[in-house]
């Protein structure tokens, strides 16, 4: 069975990680994020995959090409190229010609449990009928919502319903196994309120027509990976799930507690205490004498050092952490480097939930625990304090004793102006 990932969006709600790459290719638990899809879906014998992209296409071909060499020789990956991104059912019309049977479609921003993959082919051999995935939610005012009849059959998709009147908490997990006919339905499929051509409308269009489909609610983890915030869990459930391994140095007297796994050719010096489940990249130098609390992943070529705490956080590539620093909750871009006693806050003193910016509104996380985003190569000097939900845009500076309260944009230097004349040294 051939497998279509649709991955052609701008993730503008992933800002700022998507200003400097495409949203499939932000790492966590160790890898891109549609790698850890490619991977689930080679493990379960999948051979054919079709990708969609559109933004910053010249990345994802890059990136293709180097994991087609390295990692998924033997699975053959095409690129299709959706110049305009009008929604799910517009990017189907681009790999009509490539599918001539029954195939798998899987939302780029769903990022889930291998075992659900299987599941869903085992519920298409058991069935022999079109897959619509579902998962349980406790807010069905935020999700496609499904009505299904006793035997288990879709009856009809209803959009983000009140919850008073959700037919039910089943919800579309946007992975599906659809018949070739969905092409002619893509064709009569309207715009949408939201000037898109959406994909459930298309399949509501095959099951006014007589088509069924089985609803499989899906039993292992699942994320729609739409917020920043949803990176620190996916990261947290994907280190859950992994085999983590040692095949760097790690000197006597550092602590690895619970599965911790090492790149090659990095070093844990003593002191170090870390906690698994906790990812450590290739190359990277972690010590002496600090802190890794659970659900961290620290990538390729990092530093870490002396008297540092990370928690719970995403320290992207090539990055530097200076000594006396802490990081909780939070994700750093690749290339960035810590003044020493840099401090991000992750706990408001009213205890209440954390709010970030998207898109320019105000969007409560639902987190308690939340530090910042920072995008690729910022620069802080000694002593900044960044408070929590903060967003940092890429290329930036952050001077000395600085303290950080809203988001920062990109290319933004920020000092402490100092009036030369009036000040005295003694």
């Not at 007589?210 to 949803?230: A, E, K, R, V």
Request: with cysteine; hydrophobic share 35%.
């Amino acid at each position: 069975m051939k497998v279509v990932i649709i991955a052609a969006g701008k993730g503008t709600r992933m800002d700022p990680f998507t200003l400097s790459r495409p949203k499939p290719l932000i790492p966590v638990g160790g890898k891109p994020l549609i790698e850890h899809t490619i991977t689930a879906l080679k493990n379960c014998g999948i051979t054919e995959i079709i990708v969609v992209i559109g933004y910053m296409k010249t990345q994802m071909q890059n990136y293709v090409e180097k994991i087609s060499a390295q990692s998924f020789q033997g699975l053959k990956i095409t690129l299709i190229e959706q110049k305009e991104q009008k929604g799910t059912a517009h990017a189907l019309k681009f790999v009509e010609e490539f599918i001539d049977e029954t195939f798998m479609l899987i939302n780029g921003d769903i990022i889930t449990s291998e075992k659900n993959f299987e599941e869903i082919l085992n519920a298409y051999d058991r069935e022999s009928t079109p897959i619509f995935s579902l998962t349980q939610v406790t807010d069905p005012s935020n999700y496609g919502i499904v009505d299904m009849d006793t035997a288990g059959r879709i009856k009809r998709i209803v959009e983000k319903p009140a919850t008073e009147n959700a037919p039910s908490n089943l919800a579309n997990a946007g992975i599906y196994i659809l018949p070739p006919q969905v092409f002619d339905a893509v064709k009569e499929t309207p715009v949408s309120s939201r000037d898109e051509y959406e994909l459930t409308d298309s399949i509501q269009k095959l099951i006014d027509n007589g088509f069924s489909f089985y609803g499989h609610t899906l039993s292992q983890w699942w994320i729609d990976c739409g917020l920043p915030w949803d990176l620190l869990r996916t990261n947290e459930l994907i280190l859950k799930d992994s085999k983590l391994i040692i095949e760097g140095e790690v000197e006597e007297g550092a602590n690895l507690k619970g599965p911790v796994g090492v790149g090659k050719n990095s070093i844990i010096r003593a002191g170090a205490y870390i906690q698994g489940p906790a990812l450590i990249g290739m190359d990277s130098e972690i010590g002496p004498n600090n802190y890794i609390r659970p659900y961290t992943y620290v990538g390729n070529d990092v530093r870490i050092g002396n008297a540092v705490e990370i928690k719970s956080s995403i320290i992207l590539d090539h990055t530097r952490i200076g000594h006396l620093s802490y990081v909780g909750d939070s994700i750093i871009g690749e290339n960035c480097n810590f003044g020493a006693g840099t401090k991000v806050a992750n706990l408001r003193l009213d205890n209440k939930t954390i709010k970030v910016t998207i898109k320019g509104r105000r969007v409560d996380s639902g987190r308690r625990k939340l530090g910042i985003f920072m995008g690729d190569n910022v620069k802080t000097g000694i002593n900044v304090s960044f408070m929590p939900g903060v967003k940092i845009g890429p290329s930036s500076a952050i001077g000395s004793e600085i303290v950080v309260s809203r988001d920062v944009s990109a290319n933004s230097f920020l000092q402490i102006r100092q009036d030369l004349e009036t000040a005295e040294w003694r």
